[in-house]
T-cell receptor, first 116, second 114 residues
Framework: DADVTQTPRNRITKTGKRIMLECSQT?????MYWYRQDPGLGLRLIYY???????NKGEISDGYSVSRQAQAKFSLSLESAIPNQTALYFC???????????????FGEGSRLTVL | LAKTTQPISMDSYEGQEVNITCSHN???????ITWYQQFPSQGPRFIIQ???TKVTNEVASLFIPADRKSSTLSLPRVSLSDTAVYYC???????????????FGGGTRVLVKP
């Protein structure tokens, strides 16, 4: 089983619908992230959480919200989906980038969202 | 966070060595350099990380000159399966709330041909 699991893997929805992408991890990491990737482009950070009580906006948080239900679960919501939110979404986890740790990001397999 | 510049794409052939250079002119004293590899429709995967001089692991080598304004990822004897996008990231290794927000740029698309 994957250490970082995303559901759903693929989703097609219509403009205006509410969508939730879920992420769960078994790595025991406190830090979790949501990234978005558009075709041919790099990854852009949407939100990140350094522990259950900590939620922070990333580069492109407008139109998105998140919930950290537990150390192992971090959900991304699109309250009213629009076509330009069509993208590949990745969840990631990491240990702190300090001490003996590299801060390596461990990514899920991605959730492909299409908004019509 | 330091801005990075990498070539958009590179072509190579099986068995050759591939070197990808990343420029990071405004790298800070406490910044580390990290490289990730991404295959199509998969999340990026950590390859290597370094601060100065040379770092080598079973996958790649990372060369960092004394001024640290650039770094070169070296992939020895590539195979077709090394075709991927390679990202150079530069960021601090300090324990603070704003740390660890590594930014992925466009990366370098490496195509390995038979």
């Amino acid at each position: 089983d994957a250490d970082v699991t995303q559901t759903p893997r693929n989703r097609i929805t219509k403009t205006g619908k509410r969508i939730m992408l879920e992420c769960s991890q078994t790595k025991g990491h406190d830090r979790m992230y949501w990234y978005r990737q558009d075709p041919g482009l790099g990854l852009r950070l949407i939100y990140y959480s350094f522990d259950v009580k900590d939620i922070n906006k990333g580069e492109i948080s407008d139109g998105y919200s998140v919930s950290r239900q537990a150390q192992a679960k971090f959900s991304l919501s699109l309250e009213s989906a629009i076509p330009n939110q069509t993208a590949l979404y990745f969840c990631a986890t990491s240990e702190p980038f300090a001490g003996g740790n590299t801060g390596e990001l461990f990514f899920g397999e991605g959730s492909r969202l299409t908004v019509l | 966070l330091a801005k990075t510049t990498q070539p958009i794409s590179m072509d190579s052939y099986e068995g050759q060595e591939v070197n990808i250079t990343c420029s990071h002119n405004n790298i800070a004293t406490n910044d580390y350099i990290t490289w990730y590899q991404q295959f199509p429709s998969q999340g990026p995967r950590f390859i290597i990380q370094g601060y100065k001089t040379k770092v080598t692991n079973e996958v790649a080598s990372l060369f960092i000159p004394a001024d640290r304004k650039s770094s070169t990822l070296s992939l020895p004897r590539v195979s077709l399966s090394d075709t991927a996008v390679y990202y150079c990231l530069v960021g601090p290794r300090v324990v603070k709330a704003a740390g660890n927000k590594l930014t992925f740029g466009g990366g370098t698309r490496v195509l390995v041909k038979p």
